[in-house]
């Protein structure tokens, strides 16, 4: 039988001798927000946690000790609060609320942690955390979102984006898959929107926060008219494989 991998799931003595054994902590960080006509408020949730877990069970077979706490399921979601429906904190909250996560794994023993993003909002600022835990505690951690961190895997598996986007073709499959109840199949006609989010002129690099509501009336940016439950399986399939090999690298700990 495979070693449990949810830290809820384990005694205090077994988490004690999961620390003991220098396993690595992720912590899935989302958010509770509108995602278009056609998918739950929790898609972060289930798609942050979906792939920890995924990526948990891959490094257990590889041998490597590793836990998955609960998700932080809210954060900075301030740009979808118009529709309705939305669940966010200022950033000082945000910060508060991770590092109490943090800092009670480090007082648990352990000595790595992976904040696990899975909500745009919070990219910029998981990053700013994550530094900060590491100085304040005195343990590795490390921070990414895990469609940027799967990088060019996504790519072949779509057919009208390239990544994830929001309520889009990547985040509908993945919530097929996983939680397939979430999915209101009979909205989906109107699942679609811009495939951006920045106006003409603005550069990539560039970053200015606007209301969704002012960008999609549908509240989906992307296509999610070509979802489905086997590109959502391929897909949580490559982000675990690409940040499982990324995870188990020496060099990113030492």
Not at 49 to 55: H, M, T
Not at 76 to 103: C, Q, R
Not at 197 to 215: H, L, N, Y
Request: glycine share 10%; hydrophobic share 45%; proline share 6%.
């Amino acid at each position: 039988m495979a070693p449990e991998i949810e830290w809820m799931k384990l005694t205090f003595a077994e988490l004690n001798a999961r620390a003991a054994e220098g396993a690595l902590v992720i912590v899935p960080v989302a958010s509770l927000e509108q995602h278009g006509p056609h998918l739950a408020t929790g898609v972060d949730i289930i798609c942050a946690s979906g792939v920890a877990q995924r990526i948990a069970r891959r490094l257990t077979t590889m041998g490597q000790p590793v836990v998955v706490t609960p998700c932080v399921w809210t954060g900075l979601a301030e740009h979808h609060v118009p529709f309705g429906g939305t669940v966010t904190l200022d950033f000082a909250t945000f910060s508060a609320v991770l590092k109490g996560v943090v800092g009670s794994a480090a007082r648990a023993g352990f000595k790595r942690v992976m904040l696990l993003n899975g909500h745009g909002g919070n990219a910029e600022a998981v990053a700013v955390v994550g530094g900060e835990c590491q100085k304040d505690f005195g343990i590795a951690v490390a921070a990414g979102t895990y469609w940027h961190l799967a990088g060019d895997t996504f790519a072949p598996i779509l057919e009208r984006q390239s990544n994830v986007l929001h309520a889009c073709e990547a985040e509908t499959s993945m919530v097929m898959t996983l939680l397939p109840e979430a999915v209101r199949t009979d909205r989906l006609p109107e699942a679609h929107g811009p495939h951006s989010t920045r106006p003409e002129g603005q550069p990539a690099a560039m970053i200015r926060r606007r209301s969704f509501k002012d960008i999609t009336p549908s509240g989906v940016i992307g296509d999610a008219r070509s979802a489905s439950a086997e590109k959502g399986e391929a897909l949580l399939e490559a982000a675990a494989e690409r940040i499982a090999a990324e995870l188990v690298s020496p060099r990113l700990w030492d």
